[in-house]
Nanobody
Framework: QVQLVESGGGLVQAGGSLRLSCAAS??????????LGWYRQAPGKQCDLVAT???????NYADSVKGRFSISRGNAGNTVFLQMNNLKREDTAVYYC??????????WGQGTQVTVSS
């Protein structure tokens, strides 16, 4: 298990940018953490994948954010960032940091609110 703490959410106008950060209690390198990622949940909707990055650096994005969002990790492997550009109203959601382990085990952060106004 790993503790995850998100930061960087807030209120931004459509077309603006935000950068989310997630601090993990241990590194993705040399551990059983398969990948770190970001998910989001809008009111009344299910929690959906936004982007993930593996221990090897392989990234994966939801189609809705490709070309606008970028996931990266710190050199020590215990932070993960989500740079969000050209934000749209439909990006409004609570964003959760996630760590995936073998056998479908997950750790989640507490979430950070992102609100995009028109």
């Amino acid at each position: 298990q790993v503790q995850l703490v998100e930061s960087g959410g807030g209120l931004v106008q459509a077309g603006g940018s935000l950068r989310l950060s997630c601090a993990a209690s241990r590194s993705i390198f040399g551990t059983n953490i398969l990948e770190l990622g970001w998910y989001r949940q809008a009111p009344g909707k299910q929690c959906d994948l936004v982007a993930t990055i593996s221990s090897r650096g392989t990234t994966n994005y939801a189609d809705s954010v490709k070309g606008r969002f970028s996931i990266s990790r710190g050199n020590a492997g215990n932070t993960v960032f989500l740079q969000m550009n050209n934000l749209k109203r439909e990006d409004t959601a609570v964003y959760y940091c996630n760590a995936k382990f073998p056998r479908d085990f997950d750790s989640w952060g507490q979430g950070t609110q992102v609100t995009v106004s028109s």
